[in-house]
């Protein structure tokens, strides 16, 4: 059974660029979170996508968004790039909601 | 705010002890908790999960306390080996809509041979 896919595996962009990462989740899954991971402030959560809704949405600025297929499969977008958005950004899925969570690899994202 | 913390941010042990790994949190109402492991240049891998109504739950080797009196989590990790060598987080959550992890900030596990 595959697990969660994450592409790309890593991503250099310029500041005022905008960047769309992907995650692929495990076949069956219908909820698919985001998170960001950085040296300073640890994992701190995005938002969370239940067949195709968004259900919650963490303390970021609207340049961070996301979306959800038919097919779970979810994308998040970081548009006005800043220095500060360098970070791993991890998707996770569960077949509910509420525990279970299986990671993917993370996208490293790295803004110069 | 709510937040979840770790007491010790490393923790090194000889292998084949036994490690323990211990995590405050400060949401009452939070009412399921997981352990994660994470190797370098991957995500984070589930340890073990437990539910409020349960003080004690064991896996493989692995083994997780919950005190909600004093909102404590802790990972026991018998007969340690390097490979399990990893930054070990604790997260909470909340069941129904709010569907979203709090996590720790991490410990670093280092095993000497």
């Known amino acids: 059974k595959a697990g969660v896919t994450q592409t790309p595996r890593y991503l250099i962009k310029t500041r005022g660029q905008q960047v769309t990462l992907s995650c692929s989740p495990i076949?069956?899954?219908?909820?698919v979170s985001w998170y960001q991971q950085t040296p300073g402030q640890g994992l701190q959560f995005l938002f969370e996508?239940?067949?195709?809704?968004?259900?919650n949405k963490g303390n970021f600025p609207g340049r961070f968004s996301g979306r959800q297929f038919s097919n779970s499969r979810s994308e998040m977008n970081v548009s006005t790039l800043e220095l500060g958005d360098s970070a791993l950004y991890l998707c996770?899925?569960?077949?509910?909601?509420?525990?279970?969570?299986?990671f993917g690899s993370g996208t490293r994202l790295t803004v110069v | 705010g709510e937040s979840v913390g770790l007491h010790l941010p490393t923790l090194s042990v000889q292998e084949g002890d036994n490690s323990i790994i211990n995590c405050a949190y400060s949401?009452?109402?939070?009412?399921?908790f997981i352990w994660y492991k994470q190797e370098s240049g991957k995500g984070p891998q589930f340890i073990i999960d437990?539910?409020?109504?349960?003080d004690k739950r064991q896996g493989q080797r692995v083994t997780v306390l919950l005190n909600k009196t004093v909102k404590h989590l802790s990972l026991q990790i018998a007969a340690t080996q390097p490979g399990d060598s990893a930054v070990y987080f604790c997260?909470?959550?909340?069941?129904?809509?709010?569907?979203?992890?709090?996590f720790g900030k991490g410990i670093t596990l280092s095993v000497r041979p």
């Open positions: 437990i539910r409020s109504n349960m």
């Open positions: 996770a899925s569960s077949p509910l909601e509420d525990y279970g969570y299986t």
């Open positions: 997260a909470e959550g909340v069941t129904g809509a709010n569907s979203k992890l709090t």
């Open positions: 949401n009452s109402a939070s009412d399921y």
């Open positions: 996508y239940f067949s195709e809704t968004q259900r």
């Open positions: 076949s069956g899954h219908r909820s």
